[in-house]
């Protein structure tokens, strides 16, 4: 949280701190089977990393025992993104003829 909270005022750790996060959402997407490479990789990571970052903010600010409202974000961010992967999916199989 302290990390966080200092980045705004730091911009060049901002920027550093954001690369290193996208290359280790890469490694992670690509441990887990998810092709990371060309243009479409590089929008999947950055697809990841944008729920990463949403959800990060959801848990920072939640108090509570159980965590629920970060549970909620991560539900959210991950039916978001299933969303955007079908429909990726179904507009490229679409351009194939």
Sequence with gaps: AALVSDLPRDPLAAICQGARLLRSLAWMAAAAGVDTSGLLGVLRVKA?????????RAWLADESEDKARTMAALDRALKNLEMIAQTASFRRRAAVP
């Design 48 to 56: 990841l990393g944008a729920a990463y970052l949403v959800v990060l």
